[in-house]
């Protein structure tokens, strides 16, 4: 019997897909994809201590704002989140394989 892994996005994908948003958003300074399990599968901006810690943080949020809108909206699916401070915000999409996260400047 053949086991299969999810698909893991290649550094290459990764790296364009970097180029379109800071292209487009200048404001980004890091980037991260996560796995659905809340692990960095890649990162861009910050140290890999950090895309760890930060990996961690998001799955929390994302895990419980994902239980919010089923019950909330009935059986809604989440697509984007969006957080603002007054240092920067926190930009969330996830996918089925990853979840795309970038940080931006206020």
């Not at 980037?31 to 890649?42: D, K, R, V, Y």
Request: no cysteine; glycine share 6%.
């Amino acid at each position: 019997m053949v086991t299969t892994m999810a698909a893991v996005p290649k550094r290459e994908v990764f790296e364009r897909i970097i180029q379109n948003i800071t292209s487009k958003f200048p404001d980004v300074y890091a980037a991260l994809f996560i796995s659905p399990e809340g692990f960095p599968i890649n990162s861009w901006g910050v140290t890999l201590e950090r895309a760890e810690e930060i990996s961690a943080l998001l799955s929390a949020l994302i895990g419980k704002t994902k239980e919010i809108i089923r019950q909330v909206k009935q059986g809604g699916e989440m697509q984007f989140i969006q957080i603002q401070s007054s240092l920067g915000g926190i930009r969330i999409a996830p996918m089925d394989e990853f979840i795309l996260v970038t940080m931006t400047k206020s």
